[in-house]
């Protein structure tokens, strides 16, 4: 990779790191209006977002948890652990206009989603408490359309908090630099065959949740679907065809769950290949499918090795690019 290829890469990992904790702050701020009824009775009623905007908060904060990085945290056990909660309240918010009056399923649901994240209920009560009108602006959390004096309703979740879920930068900067490595020649067809659609992080709703996974959307690090099985991208904030190639940048605290969880429910979609890749161990790991829908034996490839591989064995792919 190039000099600037690599700057690329690096401010494209920057990008994503900010767009996941915004994702997921934006969520939580209205889970936290939605859990105290004082606080979104002060909210005023023409600035409540539509139905659908709501609920596609809450699908953007579902496809964000299965992918969030937390080496550091354990953060991602947490939204996993709230994932039940937040599925339960996308339902409810479903089948309602949203206004100051909260129901009691979804304000119980949004309470039940910060109690598995750990987010204490305030010294007053749920039912008491009414916003944070005086906090400072680093204590304040991002998601709140400001409204006037309704601004300083946004505040549950202090920054240090948001940020802690972030992906390590060794794994954001080889999920970028394996995106731009493949973009060009397999999105682009730029030294490459093309034919290919390349998309980082989306998020994937399956027909029905698998046994072993609770969880009926799973977000790869990255996929790939060939253009004849899927002609155009959907407008949606998910998709339902499963990807031809996926790839899991695994870290410590995510990793049990890419191979034990997401690998089975891969090969049961008939996803053809599957890639984890490694950048503390700096491996790769190459998985194709059987007949019978099983994983053979993987391909494993180290350090700086010089890999052709399916479904993009149209270029060589220097491993040395996704190390740091």
């Known amino acids: 990779m190039g000099e600037s290829a690599q700057r690329d890469a690096f401010s494209h990992a920057r990008e994503e790191a900010s767009k ?3 994702t997921v702050a934006s969520a939580l701020n209205w889970m936290g209006l939605l859990a105290c009824p004082r606080a979104a009775a002060r909210y005023p009623e023409d600035g409540w977002p539509r139905r659908e905007a709501l609920a596609g908060e809450l699908e953007k904060y579902l496809a964000c948890m299965v992918h969030a990085r937390a080496a550091l945290s354990g953060w991602d056990l947490k939204m996993l652990a709230s994932e039940p909660h937040a599925l339960r309240l996308h339902g409810f918010l479903m089948d309602w206009n949203p206004s100051p009056a909260i129901p009691v399923g979804i304000m119980q649901s949004a309470r039940d989603c910060l109690e598995a994240l750990d987010v204490p209920e305030p010294a007053e009560g749920w039912d008491s408490f009414d916003g944070f009108p005086d906090l400072p602006t680093h204590g304040r959390s991002m998601g709140l359309p400001a409204s ?3 601004a300083g309703l946004s505040g ?19 999920r970028s630099a394996l995106g731009v490595e493949l973009g060009g020649a397999f999105q682009r067809g730029r030294g490459g065959p093309g034919g290919f659609w390349l998309l980082d992080a989306p998020a994937i709703r399956f027909s029905s949740p ?6 009926d959307i799973l977000v790869p690090d990255l996929a790939g ?7 155009r991208l959907p407008r949606a904030a998910y998709l339902t065809v499963a990807p031809d190639w996926a790839c899991e940048v695994l870290s410590p605290s995510t990793e049990a769950f890419d191979r034990e969880c997401k690998m089975p429910v891969y090969a049961r979609e008939g996803v053809r290949w599957v890639w984890l890749l490694d950048p503390d161990a700096r491996v790769l790991e190459i998985y194709s499918l059987t007949e019978n829908r099983c994983w053979g034996m993987p391909a494993v490839y180290r350090d700086n090795a010089l890999v052709r591989a399916e479904p993009f064995e149209a270029i060589e792919l220097d491993l040395a690019v996704l190390w740091t």
């Open 20 to 22: 996941l904790a915004m």
């Open 148 to 150: 006037g004096s309704q």
């Open 156 to 174: 549950i979740f202090d920054c240090r908090t948001q940020m802690s879920m972030l992906p390590a930068i060794p794994e954001v900067h080889a």
């Open 210 to 215: 698998p046994p072993e996974c609770s969880e």
């Open 225 to 231: 679907w060939r253009r004849e099985r899927l002609t």
